[in-house]
């Protein structure tokens, strides 16, 4: 099994741009999830899908945040527009008949 | 709230030099506590999962337990490889999402 993919692995971009992280889950699991990890508050979670429905997004700081989950093999997250604050490394993870999450190896995001 | 607290911060150990790291918890209902180690540069990686009070789980030098307030996670004759951080997670009974800690952050000298 080829794990979780995430792409791109690293995306610099500038303030106010728009910026879509991708996700490609372990086939067969039915749980994603969202994460941003950064120094200061260590790993949060964003927002989780079961079979391709959003069920929490509390985590998900503004509306400058959006994830989608069009089918069971693929899941974005936009952030438009893009503020310096938004840098950290971004993980997706997912998760089957156990409740183990496997994680991606993350997008890190730098916003300049 | 949940909350996970995980001490040291940070650990610097000899090579072969026994040690534990503790995390402590406080959740409404466990369903599970999780340990994961996590490389520069990488995303987290699942190590175990204890669900009861009384549990304890081996994989080469790490040993990890539970009790109904804490975690530890033991490591016998550490080598450098070991060294990573290490976090614990949490997941509240009825609910699918972790809380994690902050970690604790292991150097193994040679």
């Known amino acids: 099994d080829a794990g979780v993919i995430q792409s791109p692995r690293h995306e610099v971009t500038e303030m106010g741009q728009e910026v879509t992280l991708r996700c490609k889950p372990i086939s067969g699991h039915d749980y994603l999830f969202w994460y941003r990890q950064t120094m200061m508050r260590g790993l949060e979670l964003l927002i989780y899908f079961n079979n391709n429905v959003p069920i929490d997004d509390s985590g998900m700081p503004e509306d400058r945040f959006s994830a989608k989950m069009p089918n069971a093999s693929f899941s974005t997250l936009k952030i438009q527009p893009s503020e310096p604050r938004d840098s950290a490394v971004y993980f997706c993870?997912?998760?089957?008949?156990?409740?183990?999450?496997?994680f991606g190896p993350g997008t890190r995001l730098t916003v300049l | 709230e949940d909350q996970v607290t995980q001490s040291p911060e940070a650990l610097r150990l000899q090579e072969g030099e026994s040690s534990s790291l503790n995390c402590s918890y406080t959740?409404?209902?466990?369903?599970?506590l999780f340990w994961y180690r996590q490389d520069p540069g990488k995303g987290p990686e699942f190590l175990f999962t204890l669900y009861s009070a009384g549990e304890e789980k081996e994989k080469e030098r790490l040993k990890a337990t539970l009790t109904k307030k804490e975690s530890f996670l033991h490591i016998t004759a550490p080598k450098p490889e070991d060294s990573a951080t290490y976090l614990c997670a949490v997941q509240a009974a009825g609910a699918n999402n972790l809380f994690f800690g902050t970690g604790t952050r292991l150097t193994v000298i040679p």
């Open positions: 959740v409404s209902g466990l369903r599970g």
């Open positions: 993870a997912s998760s089957g008949l156990t409740y183990e999450q496997f």
